[in-house]
T-cell receptor, first 115, second 115 residues
Framework: QQQVKQSPQSLIVQKGGISIINCAYENTAFDYFPWYQQFPGKGPALLIA?????SEKKEGRFTISFNKSAKQFSLHIMDSQPGDSATYFC??????????????FGQGTILTVHP | NAGVTQTPKFRVLKTGQSMTLLCAQD?????MYWYRQDPGMGLRLIHY???????AKGEVPDGYNVSRLKKQNFLLGLESAAPSQTSVYFC??????????????FGPGTRLLVL
């Protein structure tokens, strides 16, 4: 079953605009929510991450907003640049039991930033 | 440090053939993972290992086997390849620590085509 749902599947933004990608999760036994960025032909790389006891985390132009009660979190990319064009994955890390440490990924969002 | 490396980068198999994908990491990580990436489905965990000599099933283990004889290497085997196994395979590794340090580092991927 899909425990992390990501939307939209694809996103086109003009240079300088704001890109927003949303994720929702079902399992409350997640303790860490990373976002990965993947360029064509490359493996995913950690972009930014948040723990559920924090509502927002900002690193440069990238911000995660986290709503624990709604079981939703989102990635905001401010002043989007053509170099941000990539596939973005949200993920959730299992907190305990036999699944401890494993990541469940969303389906991915292909972001295209037009110059 | 090379990080996580994967061999081969690309392979074409005929249905029924077997092959082994090799993953190597030089970060002294305890945990290693094999994922497959398919369009619209994100990354799905095939098998993982929490230490040398141990392996466990992930979300989609059928048709695959793994071995972790050395801490730095994690092998993924396909005994009898099927067209449904056409995919991009990613290996990842992480340290055995709690908190946000447990980032998974990904290799560059192996693109497999089964005819």
């Amino acid at each position: 079953q899909q425990q992390v749902k990501q939307s939209p599947q694809s996103l086109i933004v003009q240079k300088g605009g704001i890109s927003i990608i949303n994720c929702a999760y079902e399992n409350t036994a997640f303790d860490y929510f990373p976002w990965y960025q993947q360029f064509p032909g490359k493996g995913p790389a950690l972009l930014i991450a948040i723990r559920p006891d924090v509502s927002e985390k900002k690193e440069g132009r990238f911000t995660i907003s986290f709503n624990k009660s709604a079981k939703q979190f989102s990635l905001h990319i401010m002043d989007s640049q053509p170099g941000d064009s990539a596939t973005y994955f949200c993920a959730a890390r299992h907190a305990g039991g036999t699944s401890y440490g494993k990541l469940t990924f969303g389906q991915g969002t292909i972001l295209t930033v037009h110059p | 440090n090379a990080g996580v490396t994967q061999t081969p980068k690309f392979r074409v198999l005929k249905t029924g053939q077997s092959m082994t994908l090799l993953c190597a990491q030089d970060m002294n990580h305890e945990y290693m993972y094999w994922y497959r990436q398919d369009p619209g489905m994100g990354l799905r965990l095939i098998h993982y290992s929490v230490g040398e000599g141990t392996t466990a099933k992930g979300e989609v283990p059928d048709g695959y086997n793994v071995s972790r004889l050395k801490k730095q290497n994690f092998l993924l085997g396909l005994e009898s390849a099927a067209p449904s196994q056409t995919s991009v395979y990613f290996c990842a590794s992480s340290a055995r620590t709690s908190g946000e340090q447990e980032t998974q580092y990904f290799g560059p991927g192996t693109r497999l085509l089964v005819l």
